[in-house]
């Protein structure tokens, strides 16, 4: 299925029941210091913290009725588990989880208040895809991918969505990018109804499996990375996913570990808002200045913001 801005426009009306609009809100301080008007699209206000409630919904309320009693498994470090539990939930389906041994404590915990099965691995040494669907097989439950499936596009392509309603004069919008469901529906979105805003992916440059591969032209395959953006530490560019950017996106950027971390703290400080490493990613290729000369009107995605307290002490202070 090739994803369209009516099936985003489909999607955002499925998922009403569940999922939130959340607010665009903007700062002064951080526009200041990036030179750049932002138009923060606040996904750390959604749902299970994150914006992937949008996708899991689309997809778990997309699946046909009779096999909903089967239940649904999916692999994730926090975020998409979570919200595959809350939209599972709320329409009484079964949801077993395939979840790191390191993933988050707060991720950990938030996920398993919505009363799912949680079967853990370890990252380094075994692969969750073969979990999930060893699991799926014997159980005859219904995946749920993170990122690469049109329905989960779609979903996730609601947060442009809703941005460029609010905020249609844009001239960039720039998203994070892991597995990129998020950014291949917002680059649906905007190519559709911002036709001149220029798109831009942000990876940590030690997940930089898509940057990689849109100068090599094909998909690249990296070690598992060592980032703090734990929601961003995929290997490999999704078979459905790598197309749609390398079409509508324009560019990839990096940022590094302590322009993450620096981020966070700026947001946290100055604009009050609580972003979890992967969920600061895009606004710190804004506050680092990595967009081209003469972009002004930005939307920014902030994908999330679940994180350990504990982490929180461990960033700089923001000068």
Sequence with gaps: MEVTLEHIRAAGRRIAPVARRTPVRTSGSFDRRAGVSAFFKCENFQRGGAFKIRGAANFIYSIPGDQRPRGVVAFSSGNHAQAV??????????ATLVMP????????AATRAHGPRIVQYDRLTEDREAIGRRIAS???ATLVPPF??????????????ELLEEVPDLDAVVVCLGGGGLLSGCAIA??????????????PQLANDYWLSRRAGAPVTIAPPDTIADGLRTTTPGGHTFPIIQTLVDDILLV????IRAAMAFLLSRTKMLAEPSGAVAAAAVLFGKLPPGLRRAGVLISGGNVDLGFLATLPAAD
Excluded: C, M, N
Aim: no cysteine; proline share 6%.
């Design 85 to 94: 539990a809350i939209a599972a939930r709320s329409v009484g389906v079964e």
């Design 101 to 108: 041994t390191d993933a988050p404590a707060s991720k950990l």
């Design 148 to 161: 690469d499936h049109p329905w989960i596009v779609a979903g996730q392509g609601t947060a442009a969505l």
């Design 256 to 259: 590094s570990e302590d322009e």
């Design 138 to 140: 014997e159980t005859g």
């Design 190 to 203: 905007a190519r559709a109804l911002a036709p001149k805003a220029r798109v831009f992916g942000v990876e």
